[in-house]
């Protein structure tokens, strides 16, 4: 049975000081689980989709697990322990392209391709040091790799961006080094500068990069295969409406006030789509401090005198200053133009919804927050539809927004899947005229698959299920 997202709707009402009405004008979508499955003795992290064999590519450290579509049996484990540490995984047009970090992560990692169809070996690129992510850009035509280039041992390598063409393998290199910095870019070094997630435009001419720890996205030419610039984020102001947060986690429960602190959006995941003819990028605004962590503290050990309810925030060392705190994270999405101009932040609601729905995490209140972390797009019905996963609530959440028109996105529902946890990848995607969404949980390490559908209007919908006797299963809250 595909469920309806009312009882949550009401909810959003009420806590945004609209109508019932007004909440239910949002298109609705509706969502079952299909099936989840364990990976044994892994992690599940990074899932991508390959339509050709109906698969699901799922990362674990070690090996890449393949699954059924159908029912998530094990098709096949591809091992790659003998060259590294397996980071990310994307598939386009029957290949498969997968980032695995050196045994000694400083090193110069790889991309190692795959056919999806035989499952065989189809050779290997070198890249820089700790290639986070890969994908392959719309038209199929080019593989970004995403280095991160994080600190180990005392020694420190440069993030990069490197470019691979698909039909002759070579590899271009976009260096961070000399491009101009606007509006504020968090760092002290270029070795500070770390690529995180890579988005595409449609057109395959432009790509965006998180530099998660230094609060920036980096626009990067894929005509001339560099960077143009680095555009810092800035903060967002927690004392403002609509963004009050709780900060103190020792209390038990969720108690959202406006405080005077604000947050570093420092985004994870990204993904890019058009709207009206012009491109917009969206942020799951994690947060992140240095790999080291010597950039964090409690708010009490840099500020003396705090009041009790601000002492145990953690802070970001070199942005807060008496007075001015500052903390790690948005705990929220955003959309931005293609300049890097905000368009919407959810504001506090992935924190309301998910205490309404009991899956706050108090104890995450004095750091960051549900962390959205994953972001997935895909369009149903001609709406585009926004995944956000929250990697610190009590059980796994997806939050789904309709961000057809960017300035005015509109939750629908949240996503919550009993005894999964720590949803890291995501990917939504339409097979067989059906919809879907394979949420990949780290700390469960469990792999499921979500079936998605365009729900009736509020009205018709209850008048189809007194029809069949369901009533009492549209006023739903999922536990």
């Known amino acids: 049975m595909i469920r309806k997202p009312l009882a949550t709707a009401v909810v959003?009402?009420?806590?945004?000081?609209?109508?019932?009405?007004?909440?239910?004008?949002?298109?609705?979508?509706?969502?079952?689980?299909?099936?989840?499955?364990s990976e044994a003795g892994g992690a599940a992290e990074i899932v991508d989709v390959d339509t050709l064999t109906n698969t699901l590519w799922v990362t674990n450290p070690d090996r890449i697990d393949v699954l059924s579509v159908t029912d998530g049996s094990l098709v096949s484990s591809i091992d790659l322990s003998a060259f590294?540490?397996?980071?990310?995984?994307?598939?386009?047009?029957?290949?498969?392209?997968?980032?695995?970090?050196?045994?000694?992560?400083?090193?110069?990692?790889?991309?190692?391709?795959?056919?999806?169809?035989?499952?065989?070996?189809?050779?290997?690129?070198?890249v820089g040091a700790l290639?986070?992510?890969?994908?392959?850009?719309?038209?199929?035509?080019?593989?970004?790799?995403?280095?991160?280039?994080?600190?180990?041992?005392?020694v420190d390598p440069f993030g990069s961006v490197s470019i691979i063409d698909v039909a002759s393998r070579s590899v271009s290199t976009a260096s961070l080094s000399g491009v101009p910095q606007i509006n504020g870019v968090r760092s002290a070094t270029l070795a500070d500068i770390e690529p995180e997630?890579?988005?595409?435009s449609a057109?395959?001419?432009?790509?965006?990069?998180?530099?998660?720890?230094?609060?920036?996205?980096?626009?990067?030419?894929?005509?001339?295969?560099?960077?143009?610039?680095?555009?810092?984020?800035?903060?967002k102001d927690f004392s403002q409406p609509g963004n009050a947060i709780d900060i103190y986690d020792k209390d038990g429960v969720y108690n959202p006030v406006p405080v005077n602190v604000r947050g570093l959006y420092q985004p994870d995941a990204i993904a890019a789509y058009e709207a009206n003819g012009q491109t917009y990028f969206v942020t799951a605004n994690e947060g992140d401090a240095r790999a080291d962590e010597s950039d964090e503290?409690?708010?009490?050990?840099?500020?003396?005198?705090?009041?009790?309810?601000?002492?145990?925030?953690?802070?970001?060392?070199?942005?807060?200053?008496?007075?001015?705190?500052?903390?790690?994270?948005?705990?929220?999405?955003?959309?931005?133009?293609?300049?890097?101009?905000?368009?919407?932040?959810?504001?506090?609601?992935?924190?309301?919804?998910?205490?309404d729905l009991g899956i706050y995490d108090d104890g995450r209140s004095d750091n960051k927050g549900v962390e959205a972390e994953g972001v997935s797009l895909l369009e149903i019905d001609g709406r585009t539809i926004a995944f956000i996963g929250l990697e610190r609530?009590?059980?796994?959440?997806?939050?789904?927004?309709?961000?057809?028109?960017?300035?005015?996105?509109?939750?629908?529902?949240?996503?919550v899947g009993a005894n999964d946890l720590s949803p890291e990848g995501l990917k939504a995607f339409k097979m067989n005229g059906s919809y879907f969404l394979a949420v990949s949980n780290e700390v469960s390490s469990t792999t499921t698959l979500y079936a998605l559908a365009p729900v009736p209007e509020p009205e018709t919908w209850a008048m189809l299920v007194a029809g069949v006797g369901l009533v009492g299963a549209v006023a739903r809250r999922r536990r």
């Open 131 to 154: 290639p986070d992510m890969v994908t392959f850009t719309p038209d199929g035509t080019r593989v970004l790799v995403a280095n991160e280039g994080e600190p180990a041992g005392g």
């Open 203 to 235: 057109d395959s001419t432009k790509a965006f990069v998180t530099l998660q720890e230094a609060n920036a996205v980096g626009m990067l030419d894929l005509n001339s295969g560099s960077f143009t610039q680095l555009v810092g984020l800035g903060t």
């Open 197 to 200: 997630y890579i988005a595409v």
């Open 393 to 415: 609530t009590t059980e796994s959440a997806i939050a789904m927004y309709d961000i057809t028109d960017p300035a005015n996105a509109s939750f629908i529902d949240m996503i």
């Open 12 to 37: 959003v009402a009420a806590a945004f000081g609209c109508s019932f009405a007004q909440a239910a004008t949002t298109p609705s979508i509706g969502w079952s689980q299909l099936w989840s499955t």
């Open 297 to 355: 503290a409690r708010a009490k050990d840099v500020v003396s005198g705090l009041p009790t309810e601000y002492q145990r925030i953690t802070v970001s060392t070199i942005d807060t200053t008496a007075g001015d705190l500052v903390a790690f994270g948005g705990r929220s999405f955003s959309i931005w133009d293609e300049n890097g101009n905000q368009v919407f932040d959810s504001g506090n609601m992935l924190e309301i919804v998910a205490n």
């Open 84 to 126: 590294g540490t397996i980071n990310s995984v994307s598939v386009k047009n029957g290949l498969a392209a997968v980032a695995v970090a050196a045994p000694t992560v400083t090193d110069a990692g790889t991309v190692r391709f795959f056919n999806t169809t035989t499952l065989a070996a189809d050779g290997f690129v070198t």
